[in-house]
């Protein structure tokens, strides 16, 4: 397995001194020297206030915004366009599903144009739904589908394009607590079943907590990376159990008052 | 809540319609103006004119011109509104052109438009085509802006290549105004079509009118202006059916309705 050794001693997802001024030089600063690291299979979920910046750092990861200072590299490679190995599930469901295309094709549109077999297209296609539930909707359109349905669509859509690194921004805000609970377990199957890397923004601490191998706190204005924190729970995880886990509390204390001093110490530049 | 069936809906929107006809047939049976004939003389010029050699020599020559003119107005203003959708700096110097072009009347431009292109059948197509063009390629531009800012984010993460972007994301995104478009387009192709037959032709239903007109033939003319009516009934009940086929992707009102309660 030396190959895969050395595969793995290159990040999978790396920021160096990663920040974000928009309006020039004077204008607002929004992201400061983000440096992170993040190795190939891990899960790793980024928290902070509301409007801190956080959709604005998935973006540069993403490849869709360019930072203005720093760089992003994915597999060791510096990007300036959207890579080829990513894919993104951003935050409003629904939305980003093509709505004149059927739930099927909706999944199928990344797949095409790159010299994929049809018949292969189709299996990933297919698989990809079966996977998240919806195996019998291909035929629908996105309006016939329920808001966690289509971003279960949207979810189907990124691990059919079989990304190396996942990017979700707030995937499951805007979806109902129950649903959203069954979407996170989903996510940790489809993390540890395909060991792709996943970078995932949220806003909610317990969720950060439960997913993560690792939590980074966002804080300040412009936000600088106030605290990393490591969330050592150990075998698989689950709703009821996992979530009275003395160690669980423990992280989500860490958390949270890393949150809070961040709003404290905010430097005014 | 229930759909009307297509035969009651079919009834529900004849019955007023064939009310006024039979009115009008028994209630001008004895005029004897000379500008408002019987209908029934009306009718029978109708039958005489369009169901004889005059469907040959003057009803193909408009519908054929009708439908070159649009084609060309569909090819060149989708065609166009696409690329200038793409190249956003185009569009912005393109712009103001494309207002003073749109706000000059097409009928006036025939003069000019038959001294270019001849007095044959060319004329006539190249005027439909630069009065209906304006609404298509106008539409085409603004659907192609006006589309989910998510959904072209999409496409770029995803790196959707560019037929794919432009046949399965931009050109269906933009369809529900291209659509609108094209039904202005058709009515503004109607208008001209006659305009131009009327103008300078020697064929056509519109020149068959203003010939009419001329020679006091008035049960002719009656005829002429009713199958122009007929004509453009039919084609925008046509375009209807194309356009749900066009936009079948959209939810019809009471489907969403009922979705949204669920």
Same mark, same amino acid.
């Given at each position: 397995?030396?190959?895969?050794?050395?595969?793995?001693?290159?990040?999978?997802?790396?920021?160096?001194?990663?920040?974000?001024?928009?309006?020039?030089?004077?204008?607002?600063?929004?992201?400061?020297?983000?440096?992170?690291?993040?190795?190939?299979?891990?899960?790793?979920?980024?928290?902070?206030?509301?409007?801190?910046?956080?959709?604005?750092?998935?973006?540069?990861?993403?490849?869709?915004?360019?930072?203005?200072?720093?760089?992003?590299?994915?597999?060791?490679?510096?990007?300036?366009?959207?890579?080829?190995?990513?894919?993104?599930?951003?935050?409003?469901?629904?939305?980003?599903?093509?709505?004149?295309?059927?739930?099927?094709?909706?999944?199928?549109?990344?797949?095409?144009?790159?010299?994929?077999?049809?018949?292969?297209?189709?299996?990933?296609?297919?698989?990809?739904?079966?996977?998240?539930?919806?195996?019998?909707?291909?035929?629908?359109?996105?309006?016939?589908?329920?808001?966690?349905?289509?971003?279960?669509?949207?979810?189907?859509?990124?691990?059919?394009?079989?990304?190396?690194?996942?990017?979700?921004?707030?995937?499951?805000?805007?979806?109902?607590?129950?649903?959203?609970?069954?979407?996170?377990?989903?996510?940790?199957?489809?993390?540890?079943?395909?060991?792709?890397?996943?970078?995932?923004?949220?806003?909610?601490?317990?969720?950060?907590?439960?997913?993560?191998?690792?939590?980074?706190?966002?804080?300040?204005?412009?936000?600088?990376?106030?605290?990393?924190?490591?969330?050592?729970?150990?075998?698989?995880?689950?709703?009821?159990?996992?979530?009275?886990?003395?160690?669980?509390?423990?992280?989500?204390?860490?958390?949270?008052?890393?949150?809070?001093?961040?709003?404290?110490?905010?430097?005014?530049? | 809540?229930?759909?009307?069936?297509?035969?009651?809906?079919?009834?529900?929107?004849?019955?007023?319609?064939?009310?006024?006809?039979?009115?009008?047939?028994?209630?001008?049976?004895?005029?004897?103006?000379?500008?408002?004939?019987?209908?029934?003389?009306?009718?029978?010029?109708?039958?005489?004119?369009?169901?004889?050699?005059?469907?040959?020599?003057?009803?193909?020559?408009?519908?054929?011109? =009708? &439908?070159?003119?649009? $084609?060309?107005?569909?090819?060149?203003?989708?065609? #166009?509104?696409?690329? !200038? @959708?793409?190249? /956003? =700096? &185009?569009?912005?110097? $393109?712009?103001?052109?494309?207002?003073?072009?749109? #706000?000059?009347?097409? !009928? @006036?431009?025939? /003069?000019?438009?038959?001294?270019?292109?001849?007095?044959?059948?060319?004329?006539?197509? #190249?005027?439909?085509?630069?009065?209906?063009?304006?609404?298509?390629?106008?539409?085409?531009?603004?659907?192609?802006?006006?589309?989910?800012?998510?959904?072209?984010?999409?496409?770029?993460?995803?790196?959707?290549?560019?037929?794919?972007?432009?046949?399965?994301?931009?050109?269906?995104?933009?369809?529900?105004?291209?659509?609108?478009?094209?039904?202005?387009?058709?009515?503004?192709?109607?208008?001209?079509?006659?305009?131009?037959?009327?103008?300078?032709?020697?064929?056509?239903?519109?020149?068959?009118?203003?010939?009419?007109?001329?020679?006091?033939?008035?049960?002719?003319?009656?005829?002429?202006?009713?199958?122009?009516?007929?004509?453009?009934?039919?084609?925008?009940?046509?375009?209807?059916?194309?356009?749900?086929?066009?936009?079948?992707?959209?939810?019809?009102?009471?489907?969403?309705?009922?979705?949204?309660?669920?």
């Amino acid at each position: 397995m030396s190959s895969t050794e050395s595969a793995a001693s290159i990040p999978a997802v790396e920021l160096s001194g990663l920040g974000v001024t928009y309006g020039g030089p004077t204008g607002r600063e929004v992201l400061r020297g983000i440096d992170l690291s993040v190795a190939p299979g891990e899960i790793v979920c980024i928290v902070g206030h509301s409007g801190i910046g956080k959709s604005t750092l998935i973006r540069c990861i993403a490849g869709l915004q360019k930072p203005t200072t720093g760089e992003v590299r994915i597999a060791g490679i510096a990007i300036d366009a959207p890579p080829a190995t990513l894919a993104l599930v951003s935050q409003d469901y629904g939305r980003p599903l093509m709505p004149w295309l059927r739930v099927g094709e909706n999944v199928r549109l990344p797949l095409r144009g790159n010299g994929l077999a049809r018949k292969v297209q189709n299996e990933r296609v297919s698989d990809a739904l079966a996977v998240v539930g919806l195996g019998g909707a291909a035929r629908s359109y996105p309006w016939q589908l329920s808001g966690g349905m289509q971003q279960r669509v949207a979810i189907a859509r990124a691990l059919a394009y079989r990304p190396q690194v996942l990017l979700m921004d707030e995937p499951f805000a805007s979806v109902d607590a129950q649903t959203r609970a069954e979407l996170e377990d989903l996510l940790l199957t489809l993390q540890r079943d395909l060991g792709i890397t996943v970078l995932l923004v949220t806003h909610d601490v317990d969720e950060s907590v439960y997913l993560s191998d690792r939590v980074v706190v966002l804080g300040g204005t412009p936000a600088l990376m106030q605290d990393i924190v490591d969330v050592p729970l150990t075998g698989a995880r689950d709703q009821l159990t996992t979530k009275a886990d003395p160690l669980f509390i423990e992280c989500r204390t860490r958390v949270l008052s890393a949150i809070q001093q961040s709003k404290v110490v905010a430097p005014v530049s | 809540m229930k759909m009307m069936s297509g035969l009651r809906l079919l009834v529900w929107e004849l019955w007023l319609p064939i009310l006024i006809v039979v009115v009008w047939y028994f209630g001008s049976e004895s005029s004897k103006s000379p500008y408002f004939p019987p209908l029934s003389r009306i009718w029978k010029a109708f039958v005489d004119n369009w169901f004889g050699p005059g469907f040959v020599h003057d009803v193909v020559p408009s519908l054929t011109n =009708l &439908a070159f003119g649009l $084609a060309v107005a569909l090819v060149v203003g989708v065609g #166009a509104g696409l690329l !200038l @959708a793409m190249f /956003p =700096l &185009a569009a912005d110097i $393109a712009d103001p052109f494309l207002q003073f072009f749109r #706000a000059i009347p097409a !009928l @006036a431009v025939l /003069p000019a438009l038959f001294i270019v292109f001849g007095t044959g059948s060319t004329g006539n197509v #190249a005027a439909i085509a630069f009065g209906a063009v304006w609404p298509i390629l106008l539409n085409t531009l603004d659907g192609i802006r006006s589309i989910d800012p998510s959904i072209r984010l999409v496409a770029r993460s995803y790196r959707i290549r560019t037929p794919l972007l432009v046949t399965q994301v931009l050109l269906p995104g933009a369809m529900p105004q291209i659509t609108v478009g094209i039904r202005t387009s058709l009515a503004i192709g109607v208008v001209i079509m006659v305009g131009s037959e009327m103008y300078v032709s020697t064929a056509g239903i519109g020149h068959f009118v203003i010939v009419a007109q001329q020679t006091f033939a008035i049960a002719d003319m009656w005829s002429g202006i009713l199958l122009l009516g007929i004509i453009g009934y039919v084609l925008n009940l046509g375009y209807g059916v194309i356009e749900r086929w066009l936009l079948r992707w959209q939810p019809r009102t009471h489907d969403a309705l009922a979705v949204k309660g669920n």
